[in-house]
């Protein structure tokens, strides 16, 4: 079967990527990273694509009078780098409901949380201040609704009783580091659709 063509979406750092680029160097694996696309310039994540030979591009929103322009944008870049599959990973804009219906099925996120629980944003905050014994992260598919696609995959942390943001938001990413190429491949291979 061949490889799945996937494109990563980031606004920063890039460090799922990453996770995906290594993840895809193994030869069993059902995906290929194809081409990055950020909306930041300045992303860090643009130049783990370059060391790794992917094609990246940047496409600014701020270049686009409105967010469906931009998705637009963004949809003829993936259209024409003939992607499959689409993640989302740092990508800091919430998406058109035209976007995500073009795309649905083929669209995935991670969120910090335990989804349902703690959409949107400040989850880490939210979860300490709620005296909860544990978080995680959720890969998902996306729909119009945010935060609230079919989940794929989770991983579950425990809430330690001296955590910070900070070292909570730590000890999630690196299990995002783990779970979301995880999540690509179940979609990728053909064991989780959407439903």
Known sequence: MPRKR???LISGRGSNLQAFIEAARAPDYPAQIALVISNVASAEGLERARRAGIPACVISHKDF???E?????VDAELRAAKIDIICLAGFMRILSDWFVTQWEGRLLNIH?????AYKGTNVHARVLAAGERRSGCTVHFVVP?????PVIAQAKVP???DDTEETLAARILAEEHRLYP???RRVA???????
């Open 6 to 8: 996937t494109a990563v």
């Open 65 to 67: 009078e409105s967010r």
């Open 69 to 73: 322009a931009f998705d637009r944008a």
């Open 112 to 116: 910090p949380s335990l989804l349902p």
């Open 145 to 149: 609704e945010l935060d609230s696609g």
């Open 159 to 161: 809430v330690l009783p």
């Open 182 to 184: 995880e999540g690509l």
């Open 189 to 195: 291979s053909g064991e989780v659709t959407f439903v």
